[in-house]
C-alpha cells in the first residue's frame, strides 16, 4: 500500500518599489439610487404563523408527534364538529410552521407567497394543503391569511431491496401567492421633521456624499446631506410637499457610482476563489515549491526455524522536491489585470488559495481575503 503526503510551500517576497506606479483603475460603473438604498419608514415585515397541513399519503405526524392530532381536533372544534380524542389517528396530517414577508404598503386583497416546514415527525409534505392559517406579526396581531396546496421541491425513491434516493428537502414547501393580506401596516416616507430619509444597503463614507452630492445637484443646492456612512437625509422642497413620493421616484432615477470593497472571498470547501472591487497588486517575486513524501508498506513474512511464520511489515520512505522556480509578478492595477497575473501563474484553486492569503501577509495585495 503506498501512501502520498504532500506538502506544499509558498514564499513571497515583496520587492521595495516606492510608488507602485499601477495604472489607474476604470471609471466605476453608476448605478441607479433605487438600487443603492432603502427609504426609511417604507421597510418589510416578517409573518408566521401555525397550521395543518392535510391530503398526506400516510407521510405526516405520527402517534409520537402528537401535535398534529391536537391541532386538527380544534380545527374541527372551531367548525362546529365534535370529535373524541382517543379515537382519533392520523396520518396523513402534519403540523407546520408557516412564514412570509409582508412588504411595504400592500393593501388588504394583496397576495403574498409563503414558505411551510414541518415541525412534527412527518416524512414528506408531498400533495398536502394547507388549510387556513393566520400569519402574525412581531406585535401578535393578525395581517394574513393562507391556504393552499404545496409545491415540494425535493423527490425520493425506494426499492424493494432497501436501496433508496432522495433530492432536496421534502418536509418544507412553497404556495405562490399563498396568502392573502388582511390588515395593512401604516408606513411614513417621511421623518419627524418631514423630510426623507435613505439608509445605504451598503454603508460607506464615499457613496454617501456621492449620494448626497447627486441629489442636491438635481433639485437644489444643500437639498441632500450625508448624516453618515450609512444615511443621507433630503429636504422636500416646496413644489414636493403635497408629493413626497413624486420626489422619490424622482431621486430613484437618478445615476451614483458606489465605492464597492476589494474583497476576496475563499472557499477551503470547494476550492472556490471570488474577487471583486477595485483589488490591485503590487510588484513581487513568487518563490512556489512543491514537496512530496512516498511511504511504501511492504507485507513480508519472517518464517523462523522452529515455529510459525509471523507477517512484518517493510516500510520505505522516499522524498521527492521539486526545484522551485522564482517568478516576478509585475503590479496589477484593475481587477482584468489581477486575473491574468494569477492566472499566469499555473497554480490550482487550492494553491491559489494560499499565494492569495500569503500576499495579503507580504502586504502586495491591496485587498481584503475572506476565507469561508
Do not use: W
Request: aromatic letters at 2%.
Amino acid at each position: 500500500m503506498n501512501t502520498k503526503i504532500r506538502l506544499r510551500g509558498v514564499c513571497l517576497v515583496a520587492l521595495a518599489a516606492g510608488a507602485l506606479g499601477l495604472a489607474p483603475a476604470k471609471t466605476a460603473r453608476a448605478d441607479k439610487v433605487r438600487d443603492l438604498v432603502e427609504v426609511a419608514g417604507a421597510r418589510d415585515n416578517q409573518l408566521v404563523g401555525f397550521g395543518v397541513v392535510t391530503g398526506l399519503a400516510g407521510t405526516g405526524d405520527d402517534a409520537t408527534a402528537p401535535i398534529a392530532a391536537k391541532a386538527t381536533i380544534e380545527m374541527l372544534r372551531r367548525l362546529g364538529v365534535a370529535i373524541d380524542p382517543r379515537q382519533i389517528q392520523l396520518r396523513n396530517v402534519a403540523a407546520v410552521v408557516v412564514t412570509a414577508t409582508l412588504p411595504p404598503f400592500a393593501k388588504p386583497g394583496t397576495k403574498l407567497d409563503i414558505s411551510i416546514s414541518s415541525i412534527g415527525n412527518a416524512k414528506s409534505l408531498s400533495g398536502g394543503t394547507l388549510v387556513q392559517a393566520l400569519l402574525k406579526g412581531a406585535d401578535q396581531k393578525t395581517y394574513a391569511a393562507a391556504q393552499g396546496s404545496l409545491i415540494v421541491g425535493g423527490f425520493s425513491g425506494k426499492g424493494a431491496s432497501g436501496s433508496s434516493v432522495k433530492q432536496g428537502s421534502l418536509t418544507a414547501g412553497r404556495i405562490p401567492m399563498g396568502a392573502i393580506v388582511e390588515r395593512e401596516v401604516v408606513s411614513s416616507i417621511l421623518n419627524d421633521k418631514g423630510e426623507l430619509s435613505l439608509s445605504l444597503r451598503s454603508p460607506s463614507f464615499t457613496t454617501a456624499s456621492r449620494l448626497a452630492a447627486a441629489i442636491s445637484k438635481s433639485l437644489g443646492e444643500g437639498v441632500a446631506e450625508a448624516l453618515d456612512g450609512g444615511a443621507v437625509t433630503v429636504k422636500v422642497p416646496e413644489e414636493f410637499k403635497k408629493n413626497p413620493v413624486q420626489l422619490l421616484a424622482q431621486i430613484e432615477e437618478l445615476e451614483v457610482s458606489p465605492v464597492r470593497k476589494s474583497r476576496i472571498v475563499i472557499s477551503e470547501r470547494n476550492g472556490t476563489i471570488i474577487a471583486g472591487g477595485d483589488v490591485r497588486l503590487a510588484p513581487m517575486a513568487i518563490v512556489h515549491g512543491s514537496l512530496t513524501i512516498v511511504v511504501k508498506e511492504t507485507p513480508q513474512v519472517a518464517q523462523p526455524v522452529i515455529g510459525q511464520g509471523t507477517k512484518v511489515q517493510s516500510s520505505e520512505v522516499t522524498a521527492k522536491e521539486k526545484i522551485p522556480t522564482v517568478q516576478f509578478m509585475e503590479g496589477a492595477g484593475s481587477l482584468a489585470d489581477v486575473a491574468d497575473a494569477l492566472g499566469a501563474l499555473g497554480l490550482s484553486a487550492r494553491e491559489l488559495a494560499s499565494v492569495l492569503s500569503a500576499m495579503k501577509t507580504a502586504g502586495g495585495l491591496e485587498a481584503e481575503v475572506v476565507v469561508e
